[in-house]
């Protein structure tokens, strides 16, 4: 069996980026990850102000990745609309440029990257991974950096749910009528048990995610495209905004997301980040935030106390992302519930400093 001193389990950004500062601390890590090139997957997409200063912390700046700037935000909820100027400055950056340039600079910095690694489940315990070619790797400290995606042998403890959100991602490629609508803001659009944002990227194309309950993708058959149709209703300008696009891409998934999960508990050797430790509704929240803030803390805990340093590092960073988490779900909650949503946006468009407050509460910090 194989040994190294910090194994991570992800090559997104909480795992790329705690690469990045334990190779410069000289840690030398091994970073794990099942996608053989970066590609867009279901989170991500938008940055804040939080996420772009803690990019630039280790030394990759937004704008230079070509990151499409936000300046407002859009909410939507059936023909009510509420806009207003964003409290910081933010940006729309795919995963796969983010997540590619964050790998990139882990190599640059002596991180060894294996990529197209499926791992079958993980022992806490032993710290030890197990990789679905049947080789085992173990280490003095894991980081377990997986995103939405559990691991066996060390799954979150989050209450079972009978109607679980869903996340769905396609990458629209935007007419001018589509980029007009979009420029420099973020659009968010409530209907009854989710919602959807819709922003350009760096490639000149409109990310558009949803998070919707179980139960509204059922009806649709499982199809997306006819889930969006069937809101039209609700979220007409969802509809035109999709119908707009010259083409859409593939759509990717993933199920059970249990927003307001966060953990204060783990054992010595045993960092979780992310996801793994907190997931913030992306409504009003910031993933890639909570990601690199994560990071950045667990890489310099290890880098202090070594493996000794995880339960310490699990429980202040809760404690750091309790309230941007607990506020971030209730607003997730008001906008799927349409007898609040609607009155809701009524406020927001007659008081816009509300909106700029609640997106300034949700932000998770970059200290």
Same mark, same amino acid.
Request: with cysteine; charged share 20%; glycine share 12%.
């Given at each position: ?5 910090? *194994? $991570?389990?992800?090559?997104? !950004? ?12 000289? +840690? ?23 996420? $772009? ?41 795919? =995963? ?14 002596? +991180? ?6 499926? $791992? ?55 007419? #001018?009528?589509?980029?007009?609508? *979009? ?16 922003? /350009? ?17 059922? +009806? ?7 889930? $969006? ?6 979220? #007409? ?12 891409? #593939? ?6 997301? !249990?927003?307001? @999960?966060?953990?204060? =508990? ?6 979780? *980040? ?8 992306? /409504? ?14 667990? +890489? ?23 309230? #941007? ?8 909650? @008001?906008?799927?519930? !349409? ?8 406020? *927001? ?19």
């Amino acid at each position: 069996m194989r040994r190294t001193p910090a *194994l $991570i389990a992800g090559g997104g !950004p909480a795992g790329a980026a705690t690469a990045i500062l334990l190779a410069h601390g000289g +840690a030398m890590p091994v970073l794990i990850e099942r996608h053989a090139e970066p590609q867009d997957v279901v989170c991500g997409g938008f940055l804040a102000a939080d996420a $772009i200063a803690m990019l630039a912390r280790i030394g990759l700046h937004a704008a230079a990745l070509g990151a499409h700037p936000i300046h407002r935000a859009r909410i939507v909820a059936g023909r009510r609309v509420a806009e207003s100027a964003l409290p910081f400055a933010a940006a729309g950056l795919s =995963r796969t440029r983010l997540d590619a340039v964050l790998l990139e600079a882990a190599i640059e910095q002596g +991180a060894t990257i294996e990529r197209g690694l499926a $791992i079958r489940r993980v022992d806490p315990e032993t710290r030890c991974l197990h990789l679905a070619d049947g080789a085992t790797i173990g280490a003095e400290a894991l980081f377990l950096a997986t995103g939405k995606h559990d691991l066996r042998g060390a799954p979150r403890a989050a209450a079972p749910d009978a109607d679980p959100a869903l996340g769905l991602r396609v990458r629209l490629d935007a007419t #001018p009528e589509l980029r007009a609508g *979009l420029e420099g803001t973020i659009e968010l659009h409530l209907f009854r048990g989710g919602y959807a944002g819709l922003l /350009l990227q760096e490639d000149g194309g409109a990310n558009l995610c949803l998070s919707v309950v179980q139960s509204r993708l059922k +009806a649709a058959d499982g199809q997306p495209a006819a889930l $969006i149709e069937a809101l039209a209703r609700e979220a #007409p300008l969802l509809a035109r905004r999709f119908a707009s696009a010259a083409g859409a891409g #593939p759509w990717s998934s993933v199920a059970r997301i !249990p927003y307001g @999960w966060q953990t204060a =508990r783990t054992e010595p050797g045993l960092f979780r *980040l992310g996801d793994q430790a907190a997931v913030i509704a992306s /409504l009003a929240g910031d993933g890639i935030a909570i990601a690199l803030a994560s990071a950045l803390r667990a +890489a310099h805990g290890f880098l202090r106390e070594g493996a000794a340093g995880a339960p310490a590092f699990q429980t202040g960073f809760a404690r750091h992302a309790r309230r #941007p988490i607990g506020f971030a779900n209730l607003l997730r909650h @008001w906008g799927e519930t !349409p007898w609040i949503a609607g009155p809701l946006i009524g406020l *927001l468009s007659h008081t816009p400093g509300l909106m700029r407050q609640a997106a300034a509460m949700t932000r998770v910090g970059a200290d």
